[in-house]
Nanobody
Framework: QVQLVESGGGLVQPGGSLRLSCEAP????????MGWYRQAPGKQRELVAY???????NYLGSVKGRFTISRDNAKNTVYLQMNSLKPEDTAVYYC??????????????WGQGTQVTVSS
């Protein structure tokens, strides 16, 4: 099973910033919606933000105004710029994309997860 390739997590102090990246590898026919989820210890995975193929975005209420999702269709990559980070943003972040490879069907694909820790 193909995995999306994530990067950019790490440890940051409250108020700091991080930028996550996620690339879909291989020969891709089309990508529709791309998004970021997160899962904190003991909690369910939640949708943080998504962006459609036309560029429409939507955000979890608690991150609105602090996080920005964007995509580079030429690079098959989605980004999550996270500013004004808070300790409650600490979680493993997963990217997700609904995409179709040449000769295949449209499926959901996931990244391996990247840890984001906000702590002083």
């Amino acid at each position: 099973q193909v995995q999306l390739v994530e990067s950019g997590g790490g440890l940051v102090q409250p108020g700091g910033s991080l930028r996550l990246s996620c690339e879909a590898p291989g020969s891709i026919f089309s990508i529709s919606t791309m998004g970021w989820y997160r899962q904190a210890p003991g909690k369910q995975r939640e949708l943080v933000a998504y962006i459609t193929a036309s560029g429409t975005t939507n955000y979890l209420g608690s991150v609105k105004g602090r996080f920005t999702i964007s995509r580079d269709n030429a690079k098959n990559t989605v980004y999550l710029q996270m500013n004004s980070l808070k300790p409650e943003d600490t979680a493993v972040y997963y990217c997700n994309a609904a995409l179709k490879y040449y000769g295949g069907s449209k499926l959901d694909y996931w990244g391996q997860g990247t840890q984001v820790t906000v702590s002083s």
